[in-house]
């Protein structure tokens, strides 16, 4: 079921860039790079988060995105390489398995499009997985969408 919240995220994460064809591969293996470090991280959640630059086009073919954790609040100092974002705004949301995580994409897209609203491309598109306990992961995806 997809809603829309209005919702703030704090996070320590760590920048990465790559073609936006190969995210499929890039954003996990950027995960599994934070995961190393992620206990040096203050104030976390232990929720792991990717933040990614919108696509603004067919010509647009490579992007910025952050993969990290979730924080509380922002610590006074920062692992080495990691930085602190924040993002607050109004989102399309839809909560499903990890692993089709790029459905629940599309059907965001499709819901937007069914109701009139528009992403915004100035604001990250976020995802949030939750850890399954007895069961498998769950991934949230965060569309920004215009006002």
Known sequence: MCIVVSKGFKAVVIRNSGLFEEYAHLVPEA???FLR?????QNSSSLEVAFYEPKRGEDHLEGTFFTGNLVYEKAQTLPN???YI???HTYASIRGKTAEVGDLHK???SWLSENDRQQSIDDYIIEV???GENKEEEAEVFIPIKD
Do not use: D, I, K, T
Not at 37 to 41: A, C, D, S, T
């Open 31 to 33: 995960a599994q790079s």
């Open 37 to 41: 470090q992620g206990h040096l991280v």
């Open 81 to 83: 390489g990691m930085e």
């Open 86 to 88: 924040e993002a607050e």
């Open 107 to 109: 059907r965001l897209n």
């Open 129 to 131: 997985y939750y850890p």
